[in-house]
């Protein structure tokens, strides 16, 4: 069974870093294929794709990240870091990770974490 | 980027009726040397984590209803729900992964009439 769970600060101040941890259980993430991914939602609106890192430690950002983002992973811990600098009000939202399938080329989230909503005000 | 952009932004479809949702690309996202559709439909209810229905644009993942199909080719399409349930109620989300930033569409957020 794979679940997934994010974890960190509630609340941030401007310009501060976030850093997020995904840590999951039921796969691994040396398996050839899989991948860990963070998407974001602020309230009311849209799902945002952030980041995504693969087995071999291959990385994919948006671009929206301008540079601000870090992907890591820790697979002796199963778990997946997320850190972001000089937070802004507007990166208030809900932080989801999702684990991707290892098929190849398939870059859907077929297990999602609860999520962790992180305020930026100060 | 793929911009993907979904139609209608709400709709309300009566118990048991076909409510119909669309997803246009702004290119096409459909891979030619395997002839994929790099595309994926989720529901999103409310207070809960987006749920994975379909990827390859009409495969199911596993344990989605039969009620649920995914349809098109390219840049254009659709997923429907063939006889709504109550427990359809939600936001339903397409997006692409044909290249990265993997992009989602603004979401259609489904009712009951």
């Known amino acids: 069974q794979i679940t997934l769970k994010e974890s960190g600060p509630t609340l941030v101040k401007p310009t501060q870093t976030l850093t997020l941890t995904c840590t999951f259980s039921g796969f691994s993430l040396s398996t050839s294929g899989v991948g860990v991914g963070w998407i974001r939602q602020p309230p009311g609106k849209a799902l945002e794709w952030l980041a995504l890192v693969y087995w071999d430690d291959a990385k994919r950002y948006s671009p929206s990240l301008r540079s601000r983002g870090t992907i890591t992973k820790d697979t002796s811990k199963n778990q997946v870091v997320l850190t972001m600098t000089n937070m802004d009000p507007v990166d208030t939202a809900t932080y989801f990770c999702a684990h991707m399938p290892e098929e190849q080329w398939l870059v859907a989230f077929d297990y999602w974490g609860q999520g962790a909503l992180v305020t930026v005000s100060s | 980027d793929i911009v993907v952009t979904q139609s209608p932004d709400s709709l309300a479809v009566s118990l048991g009726e076909r409510a119909t949702i669309n997803c246009k690309s702004s290119?096409?996202?459909?891979?030619?040397?395997?002839?994929?559709?790099?595309l994926a439909w989720y529901r999103q209810k409310p207070g809960q984590p987006p749920k994975l229905l379909i990827y390859?644009?009409?495969t199911r993942e596993s344990g989605v209803p039969d009620r649920f199909s995914g349809s098109g080719s390219g840049t254009d399409f659709t997923l429907t729900i063939s006889s709504l349930q109550a427990e359809d109620v939600a936001v339903y989300y397409c997006?692409?992964?044909?290249?990265?930033?993997?992009?989602f569409g603004q979401g259609t957020k489904l009712e009951i009439k």
């Open positions: 390859w644009a009409s």
């Open positions: 290119q096409s996202v459909l891979y030619s040397s395997n002839n994929k559709n790099y």
């Open positions: 997006q692409q992964y044909y290249g990265s930033p993997y992009t």
